[in-house]
DNA sequence: TATGAATGAGCCTTCATTCAT
DNA sequence: AATGAATGAAGGCTCATTCAT
C-alpha cells in the first residue's frame, strides 16, 4: 500500500530532522538516521535514492511546514499589527524548535552554496516567505499604519532581519535571550515599515 | 626561527581559505589544503594541532581582516552618510570577494551552532562589527540625520540585515545583482536609522 | 501444479540468461533477473534455493540446448564434409547469439575453476560435444576423407580450436569479423583432421 | 625514492596475483589484497587508483612476464622443432602456475568482455604470442618441415588450441594430467602446421 | 623542518536472503 | 503462490593523523 511507504518515508525524514540538528549536515550519518528512526540501517536507501535525498526531501518539508504555520497564523489576524505581531510570533516560536530548525537550516544555507538543488528548495521557501510580508504590508498600508514602500524589497529586508536576528541569537548559545531577540526584530521590522 | 613559522601558518591559512571556498567546510582536505599551500600533506599537520584548528585560526583571521578594512574605511570618512556608505561598500566590497568570504563564513555559521570556539571567534567579529555601527550611528545622531535609537539594537539590525542580504544575494547565485543587493541594502538600513 | 511451476522456472532461467549476458556473472543481481522475468523480487528465491541455483539450472540448461541444436544440425547431414560443415556453422551461429552465450560461458569457465558444480554441468558438455565430433570423425574415417586419428584427442582438439577461436573473436569485440572467424575456425580443424 | 614505491607496487600486484588466483576476480577483496601483501587496508588504494587499477596492472604483468618467458625459451633453440617444444613447455610449465595463471586468465577473460582496458590488455598479449608463432612457423618453413600456412591465421590457431587445452584441463580440476593435455596439445599443433 | 608512506576507522551503498502478509 | 519491506553483512573508498626518515 502507498500509504504505508509515506509513513515510513515521513518517519525517516523526522529522524534525519532530528539527527542533523543534533550532529550537523555533514556529519550525520546514514547509521544515525535510522537509529534515530529506529530501523535498520539500510531502510532509509531502501526508501531514497540517497543521502543527499533523504536530506532534500528534509530540507523541502521543514521549509514547507514552516511556510504553513506562519501563513495561517497570519490569515488569522485582520490588523497590520496584530498580522505582523502573530508572523514574528510564529516564526520566533521557541528556542528549542528555533535552535532545531536553525541548526538545520544553516547547515542547508550552508550547502546551497554549493548545491542547486537545496537553492531551488529554498528559492521556493523565499517567494514563500514574501507572500506572507505582502499580505501584511498591503494590509499596513491600506490601514494607513505602513510608509509607501516596495514590497519586494520590504520582504526581502523582513526577511534578512529575520534570518539575521536568528542567527545571531543562535551564536549566543543561550535559550534564555530568545525573546529578547524576538522582541529586538520585532522592534526593529516596525521601525523600518512604519512611516 | 619565530618569524618563519609564523610566515608557514600564514601561508597554511591562505591556502585553507581558498580551499574552503572552492570545497566547502567538510568537503576540504587536509590534502587539499596542501596542494594549494603548494606544501607536502604533513606540514598543516606540523603547524596546527588538527584540522579544527587550521579552521579556527582561518575564521580568526578572515572576521579580523573584514573588520579591520571596515574600521579602516569609516574612519576615513566625516559625515555619517559618508560613513554609513564607506560602510557598506566595504561589506559589499564585490562579488567575487563576498561569495569567497561568505561561502567559508557560511560554513562557519553552521558549523558554529555546535562548536563553541567557532562561537567565541564570532562572538568577537559581532563586537567589532558593533564598534563600527556605534561610531556610525553616534555621528549620525550629532548631525541630527539620525533618529534616537539604542546603538546596542541598532547595531544588531544593522548586522542583521547585512548577513541577511548577503545570504538572499548568495542564493541568487547570481554576480550581477550583487550592486541590487547592494543598494538594497543601504536603503534598508537607511530607512531603518532615519527618523 | 507441477508443471505451472515448470513454466515460472523457465521464465526464470530465460530472464537470466538475458541478465547474465547483459551485466555479468558477478554483476547481476537477484533484483536483475526478477525485472527480467516480469516477476517479483522474491521469486527467484521462491522457485530456486539461492542465487547460485539459479546460475547453475542456467549453465546446465544452455549447454544442454547448444548440444541439442549441433546434435540435430550434424545428424540431418550425410557426408562428413558436410557433417563438419553443419556443426561449425550451428557452433558460429551468428555474432549476436555467439556474443550472448559466451559472455555467460566465460564468465561460467571462470567460475568453475571454484564451482564443483559448475566443473559437473560443463564436464557433461564436453562429452556432448565430443560425441558430436565422434560421429563426424567415423564418418570422415569412413569416406576416407579423414586421416587415422584417436577420435577422442581429435574431440578434444577440435572443441579446443572452436573454445579458443571464439575467445579471440570476443576480444575483438567486433560482430563484423565473426564470418572471418568461423571461416579460419573451418580451415584449421579441416588442415589438422585431412590427411 | 621511486625504486622503493614500484616495489611496493610488485608486492601489491603479487598479493593480488595469489589472492584473485584463490578467491576469483569478482569475490577478491581489496581487503583480501592487503592480506596477502601483508599491509594495512589502506595500502592499495594508495598506490593504485583503485581495485580496478590494481588489477588492470597485474593482467599487464603476468601476460607480459609469460610472454618474456616463452620468447626467451625459443629463442635459445635452433631448430622448429625444438622452438615448438620449448613454447609448449613454457606454456605448460607445470600444473600448479598453470592453474594460478588460468585461474586467473579466465576471469580477466572473462572481464574483457565488458572492460575495453582489459582487451586491449589482452591484445597485446595476443599480438606477443603471435610474433612467437612467428618466429617458430618461419623456421620451420624455411627447413621444409612445416607446410605453407598463413602465419596470422596459424598463430591464431596455435593460439587457440593452447587456451582451448588449457581451459579443458583446468575443468578436468586434476593436476595429475597436466603432462598428458600437454603432450596432446603438442601432438595436435604438429599435425596442425605439418605437411 | 619537512616529507609522504602507512594506518585504520568510518562512511555510503549494494544486495542476497528472510518473512510477514 | 507471490510480494516487497526489512535486515545487516560486506565492500570500496576517503582521509585525518601518526611517525620514521
Redesign the pocket.
Known amino acids: 500500500m502507498k500509504r504505508?511507504?509515506e509513513l515510513?518515508r515521513q518517519q525517516i525524514i523526522k529522524a534525519a530532522y532530528q539527527a542533523v540538528s543534533d550532529k550537523g549536515y555533514e556529519s550525520?550519518?546514514?547509521?544515525d538516521i535510522a537509529d534515530y528512526a529506529d530501523?535498520?540501517?539500510?531502510?532509509p536507501?531502501?526508501?531514497f535514492q540517497?543521502?543527499?535525498d533523504v536530506l532534500a526531501h528534509l530540507l523541502a518539508q521543514i521549509t514547507d511546514r514552516i511556510y504553513e504555520k506562519e501563513k495561517l497564523a497570519v490569515e488569522r489576524e485582520t490588523t497590520s499589527a496584530n498580522m505582523l505581531l502573530a508572523y514574528l510570533n510564529t516564526v520566533f516560536v521557541g528556542p528549542k524548535e528555533n535552535e532545531k530548525f536553525y541548526r538545520v537550516y544553516l547547515d542547508f544555507l550552508a550547502q546551497a552554496t554549493k548545491n542547486k538543488r537545496y537553492r531551488e528548495i529554498n528559492e521556493r521557501f523565499y517567494q514563500n516567505c514574501s507572500s506572507i510580508s505582502k499580505v501584511i504590508l498591503e494590509q499596513g498600508k491600506k490601514e494607513g499604519a505602513f510608509r509607501t514602500i516596495d514590497n519586494e524589497e520590504a520582504g526581502r529586508t523582513i526577511r534578512a532581519m529575520i534570518d539575521g536576528y536568528m542567527i545571531q541569537w543562535m551564536m549566543t548559545g543561550d535559550h534564555m535571550q530568545h525573546s529578547a531577540y524576538r522582541a529586538a526584530c520585532y522592534r526593529s521590522v516596525l521601525s523600518y515599515i512604519q512611516n
Open positions: 504505508k511507504a515510513k550525520v550519518t546514514l547509521q530501523v535498520s540501517k539500510g531502510v536507501n531502501y526508501y540517497n543521502k543527499e
